[in-house]
């Protein structure tokens, strides 16, 4: 499968190495031209240096043939734009995307966005499960 | 052009150059104008006799977080002109106030030409700045 990742930080990039490693084609956008050099020093020539603001840098990364989106910015607006011109525009057929909060996954929803992960969410729950079993009584739905 | 009709309340999101020259277009006729930005001192450029006469409301808020919109927002708003200056925030910010605060005409700034495309396509009223200027420029030539 040919996979393009938005954004080159922690998260993007270890996606795109456990997605490497699976024998997957990958790309990695990023505007930042430092965090492009970084990665492909360790995963090889997959970065394309371009900003999101501008779609030419999803088509410099092949876009019309990729099968999978996944978008892992700071920037919830940066998410929400270029997942919807991935699906949208280009027609790729899956897109995901992280997002930092919970209204903004439910938008990306109504916009067919196939999957959203609200990580202040998941680190949320992630914490309080983990202070759970350290003894204390939680009650998540309070 | 077709007639906006006099009661029609606008909301304008983004008070740089753009969003503060129409606002005050709009309220030197007679329009009520909420105008929304993140930064309060934007707002030192709009007039002070159309802001204590009420015509040019200016409201300080976060348009890309959608709690914050929903608070500040009217309701009532007909029609929502969107210019934040920065293409990824105008797109979330039209996607908020169609699908959230359900405002009937959404006026958009993009001014990347794929993008613009996509929000025509789904039903956006797109401005794009590149090709007005575009236009403009073949035009002279034309007259020529």
């Not at chain 1, 080159?8 to 270890?14: H, W």
């Amino acid at each position: 499968m040919y996979i393009i990742i938005l954004g080159a930080g922690t998260i993007g990039t270890s996606i795109a190495e456990i997605l490497i490693k699976n024998q997957h084609e990958v790309a990695v956008i990023d505007s930042n031209e430092e965090k492009c050099k970084l990665i492909d020093n360790k995963l090889g020539s997959i970065s394309v240096l371009g900003n999101i603001s501008l779609p030419n840098s999803l088509l410099n990364a092949g876009i019309s043939r990729a099968d999978l989106f996944i978008s892992t910015t700071k920037n919830d607006a940066k998410n929400m734009l270029s997942c919807q011109l991935a699906k949208d525009y280009f027609k790729v057929q899956y897109t995901v995307s992280i997002t930092h909060s919970k209204e903004i996954s439910r938008l990306l929803d109504t916009i067919n966005v196939n999957y959203t992960i609200n990580i202040n969410e998941h680190i949320t729950n992630e914490l309080i499960a983990k202070i759970k079993m350290l003894g204390f009584n939680i009650n998540v739905s309070n | 052009m077709s007639q906006i009709n006099m009661m029609a309340k606008i909301s304008i999101i983004g008070c740089g150059n753009s969003g503060g020259l129409i606002a005050v277009s709009f309220a030197n006729i007679g329009y009520q104008i909420d105008i929304i930005d993140i930064n309060y001192k934007k707002f030192k450029t709009l007039p002070e006799n159309l802001i204590s006469e009420g015509y040019l409301n200016p409201i300080v808020a976060d348009a890309t977080k959608i709690e914050n919109l929903k608070k500040v927002m009217d309701p009532e708003s007909n029609i929502c002109i969107i210019l934040s200056g920065n293409d990824s925030n105008n797109a979330l910010i039209s996607q908020i106030v169609k699908n959230e605060l359900n405002i009937p005409k959404v006026i958009c700034e993009l001014n990347e030409e794929i993008t613009s495309e996509l929000y025509l396509s789904l039903g956006f009223i797109v401005i794009n700045k590149n090709d007005l200027f575009k236009k403009n420029i073949l035009d002279l030539f034309e007259r020529d």
